[in-house]
């Protein structure tokens, strides 16, 4: 395969008592951050390969499920989408690491804008670029998203390894690229047709959000107030190299919605060196990213504190990630920003 086929493919796949109040914890330490119960966490982890079908729309949804083999539940639920050509085999890292801190993740896999769109030629950029261009294949990603949340309540009733094991008052949504606007759409992030048209795209099911450097396919179609709705905690990540492997996203948008956000806690992470790639578990192409694995963990430990500060509701996790215990821990290697709404 020609060096730049390699490059695109790499970067492409890619919640008070009464009385006297009790005296405030100091500020956890790094060592006594929930999320860095050993990386490896608690939990062996087991999977499911499933296919569902949308019938409403005529359409297959494939989903691998990471979930811990131990403990009854509830347990709180992720949702994952892919970067675009990307499948639900990637971003594994995610899935087990967050398995084995005590959450189910669902990685979906988003059909005309997956894998699919380059397998079999040769002109791998220009398939990308066609997808990614494709409103088709940007509008689908949302429901598939809310159609998956449906589905699993259903699980949650069936007979299954996840029965009565999920937890699906406390759900949070994750993306990289591609799948950063999807998570951004189901926050609640506005868009409008041609015509001024709302575009309704939100799930309120989603309690808060991980966003791994969002591709912003629809900048036309953004009113100034785009943001404005969203109102649920969010955790941003971009990188100082994170440039479009298509050309269609700037570095400013990838960190427009931390900007824009206003009515929930927002942190945001930049990656010193880093790059688009980096959030992806593809092993690079002639031996680059030296400092993959490194990141890697930062975003493993940072979204697990995350997860457990605003969907477990971990008082100690929420002050790690705001009081300095996260700063910390990145060290040279990330610069943290945050701007906090609740006490």
């Known amino acids: 395969m020609r060096p730049v086929l390699s490059v695109v493919l ?15 914890p100091e500020p956890a330490s790094v ?3 929930p999320a860095l119960d050993g990386v490896a966490g608690r939990n062996a982890v087991e999977t499911l390969l499933v296919e569902w079908t ?9 989903v691998k499920i990471y ?5 009854v539940g509830p347990i709180p639920v992720i949702l994952f989408s892919h970067g675009l050509g990307s499948s639900r085999y990637r971003y594994a890292y995610l899935g087990e690491h967050w398995a084995r801190h005590g959450y189910v993740s669902v990685h979906m896999q988003h059909q005309g804008s997956d894998e699919s769109v380059y397998k079999g030629t040769l002109f791998i950029r220009r398939a990308l670029l066609r997808a990614a261009n494709n409103p088709r294949a940007s ?5 598939d998203i809310s159609f998956v949340l449906d589905r699993l309540a259903e699980v949650n009733r069936e007979d299954s390894p996840l029965r009565g094991r999920l937890d699906l008052e406390r759900v949070g949504m994750a993306g ?14 506005v868009f409008r047709s041609a015509e001024g048209k709302e575009l309704k795209l939100a799930d309120r099911r989603i309690k808060a959000a991980f966003i791994m450097s969002p591709s912003a396919p629809f900048k036309r179609l953004q009113p100034e107030d785009t943001f404005d709705r969203i109102a649920i905690p969010c955790l941003h990540m971009t990188a100082t190299e994170d440039e479009s492997p298509l050309g269609l996203t700037t570095k400013a948008d990838r960190r427009a919605a931390f900007d824009g956000i206003k009515k929930a806690d927002q ?4 990656f010193q060196g880093g790059d688009h ?3 992806t578990d593809q092993k690079r192409p002639f031996g680059n990213g030296e400092k993959d694995e490194l990141f890697r963990e930062l975003i493993q430990v940072s979204s697990t504190a995350f997860w457990d500060a605003y969907l477990k509701e971990d008082h100690k996790a929420r002050l790690w990630l705001a009081e300095g215990g996260l700063a910390a821990r990145l060290a040279a290697d990330g610069v943290l920003e945050n701007r906090l709404v609740s006490p």
Do not use: K
């Open 176 to 189: 990289h690229s591609f799948g950063g606007f999807a998570t951004l759409a189901v926050a609640g992030q």
């Open 54 to 62: 949308d019938t409403a729309r005529q359409r297959i949804v494939p």
């Open 267 to 270: 942190y945001l992470i930049t």
């Open 277 to 279: 790639a980096i959030f």
């Open 10 to 24: 790499a970067l492409a796949a890619t919640s008070a008592t009464a009385g006297a109040a009790e005296p405030r």
């Open 139 to 143: 509008l689908d990603r949302p429901p």
């Open 67 to 71: 979930y811990p083999n131990e403990g």
């Open 31 to 33: 060592a006594e951050s």
